[in-house]
C-alpha cells in the first residue's frame, strides 16, 4: 500500500516519517525498494515482536495484546468490550485526537479487525534486517510516552547502524501533535 501510495504522489525517492506502527511498515517497504528513501524518521516506533524482551513492553502494550487474543480466540466477546475502548481515553490521546484513535473500537467488526491485525503485525520482526538499512534514521521517543516505551524504541535503534535517537521532554506519545515544533526542527536536522 505505501509503495502505491509514494507511486500515486511522485515517482522518485522520499524522505519517510512514520509515527507508532508506521516504523514497521516502512522498513518492510525500504527492505522491497531499498533505494526509495533519502532518510526515514520514526516517531514512538512500536517495534514489538515475539523474539523481543517483554520487560520493555509497557502496560499498555500488554494489555491491548492480551485483549486482541481474547477478542481473536473468541470474536463474540467484542461487543461487551466496546463499551471500554469506545472514548479512546485509556491511550492518552488529547481531547480532539481521542475520537480518531478510538475508531476502530466503534463496531465488533472494526474491533475484530484491528485485534488481528495486531496479532499479525507483532509477528513482524524487521530487525534482522536492519544492518542493511544504510540511510539516515532518527529514532524519536518521548519522555513520557506509555504507549511505546522509550526503552523499546532505543532498543530498536540500537541494531541500526545510521542510527540516532533523541528523546522529546516531557512529552508523551503524541509528541507529533503535543510538541510539534520540536517534532519538526527534528526532521528538519536529518535532512540538513
Known amino acids: 500500500d505505501l509503495a502505491a501510495i509514494l507511486a500515486h504522489e511522485r515517482p522518485g525517492v522520499y524522505d ?5 506502527t ?4 516502512a522498513l518492510a517497504h525500504h527492505r522491497r525498494a531499498p533505494g526509495s528513501a533519502r532518510m ?3 516517531l514512538n516506533g512500536a517495534f514489538k515482536h515475539p523474539a523481543r524482551d517483554v520487560s520493555i513492553d509497557t502496560q499498555y502494550e500488554r494489555d491491548l495484546e492480551a485483549l486482541c487474543r481474547a477478542v481473536d480466540r473468541r470474536p463474540g466477546n467484542a461487543s461487551r468490550l466496546l463499551p471500554m475502548l469506545a472514548s ?7 481531547g480532539d485526537l481521542a475520537a480518531a484513535v478510538a475508531r476502530p473500537f466503534r463496531t465488533e467488526g472494526s474491533l475484530i479487525a ?3 491485525q495486531h496479532l499479525r503485525f507483532w509477528e513482524y520482526d524487521p ?3 536492519a544492518a542493511h538499512v544504510r540511510v539516515p534514521i532518527l529514532f524519536v ?3 513520557h510516552d506509555v504507549i511505546v516505551s522509550p526503552q523499546g524504541v532505543r532498543d530498536a535503534a ?5 542510527a540516532r535517537v533523541v528523546e522529546v521532554p516531557a512529552a508523551t506519545h503524541y509528541a507529533l501533535y503535543e510538541s510539534a515544533d520540536a517534532v519538526a526542527g527534528l526532521i528538519r536536522s536529518v535532512r540538513a
Not at 16 to 20: D, E, G, N, T, Y
Not at 22 to 25: A, L, W
Not at 88 to 94: I, R, Y
Open 16 to 20: 519517510l516519517v512514520a509515527w507508532c
Open 22 to 25: 508506521g516504523p514497521k511498515v
Open 40 to 42: 526515514m524518521v520514526f
Open 88 to 94: 479512546g481515553s485509556g491511550t492518552g490521546a488529547p
Open 114 to 116: 484491528y485485534a488481528r
Open 127 to 129: 530487525l534482522p534486517h
Open 141 to 143: 521517543t518521548a519522555e
Open 158 to 162: 540500537r541494531h541500526f547502524p545510521t
